[in-house]
């Protein structure tokens, strides 16, 4: 099965397109994924001025842009459009006022971005994450209940998968009409040491190299292959364990990933 192997390009979002592209091409990366955020190179305010050359450097390495993850302001949108960059990347966020108000608020969010999404022909995808953030691949299905699945798709994310207790196997088919992108990285849970005084400790999460972790990588692209998905799957470049270069864990990740998919 033939995917778009892809990498968010946090770990290096400092850095301009000329000298991005080179690098994550050079980790044998042909699709990336844009932070625009107001600490990356690429900000929301100049995002219509810097997307598309930033966009055009990376396509001249041979590397297409499958994402932003942004805002949905409608600046992004037009710079997005103006780009060619086909979506951008939210998650849903949950407040102090609990769940239900919550997704009430990011869903009338997401009405109106619906009309952006539309005119700009610019997708929104939802990802769930662990903790305060809608955290399963099916709570974002329901959060996009009745909006239009063109312009509305979900990220799969083996890790908050694998967090949520979920199976890739349940999960992707479930998801399957709305999927954009998957992201691939993993996760264990590891123990704190507890507070002076405290009894015993508490459990996070740890992100750790895709053979290591709780989400099974195997099942996941084996199951996409039956599903006859083939659009990008980004590896997401999150390791708790700094002492290692990030480079160096996602060559050896994206030959785990295709090795696990089959691919050559």
């Not at 050079?26 to 966009?55: H, K, S």
């Not at 993993?186 to 508490?202: K, L, Q």
């Amino acid at each position: 099965m033939t995917f778009l192997w892809s990498v968010f390009t946090k770990p290096w979002s400092a850095l301009p397109g000329e000298t991005l592209g080179p690098l994550i091409s050079g980790l044998g990366f042909a699709g990336a994924e844009i932070p625009v955020r107001d600490t990356a190179y690429v900000t929301p305010a100049e995002a219509g001025r810097l997307l598309p050359e930033f966009t055009a450097r990376l396509r001249a390495e041979g590397v297409e842009a499958i994402s932003v993850a942004g805002d949905l302001g409608e600046p992004v949108f037009a710079a997005c459009r103006e780009a060619g960059v086909p979506m951008i990347r939210v998650m849903a966020e949950l407040g102090p006022d609990g769940y239900a108000a919550s997704v009430r608020r990011v869903r009338k969010r997401l009405e109106d971005a619906a009309p952006l999404a539309e005119r700009y022909g610019v997708q929104v995808g939802v990802q769930p994450h662990h903790g305060r953030y809608v955290s399963s691949a099916l709570g974002v299905m329901d959060l996009l209940d009745g909006l239009p699945a063109p312009h509305f798709r979900v990220i799969w994310d083996a890790a908050h998968d694998a967090l949520a207790g979920d199976d890739p196997r349940v999960t992707l088919p479930l998801v399957a009409e709305r999927l954009g992108i998957v992201n691939l990285k993993n996760v264990i849970h590891v123990r704190t040491e507890p507070a002076a005084g405290a009894v015993g400790g508490h459990w996070k999460p740890w992100f750790v190299p895709g053979p290591d972790g709780l989400a099974d990588w195997s099942a996941a692209l084996g199951h996409l292959a039956e599903l006859g998905y083939t659009g990008p799957v980004c590896l997401s470049g999150q390791y708790s364990d700094s002492g290692v270069p990030v480079e160096e864990r996602l060559v050896a990740d994206l030959a785990a990933a295709r090795d696990a998919a089959g691919a050559t």
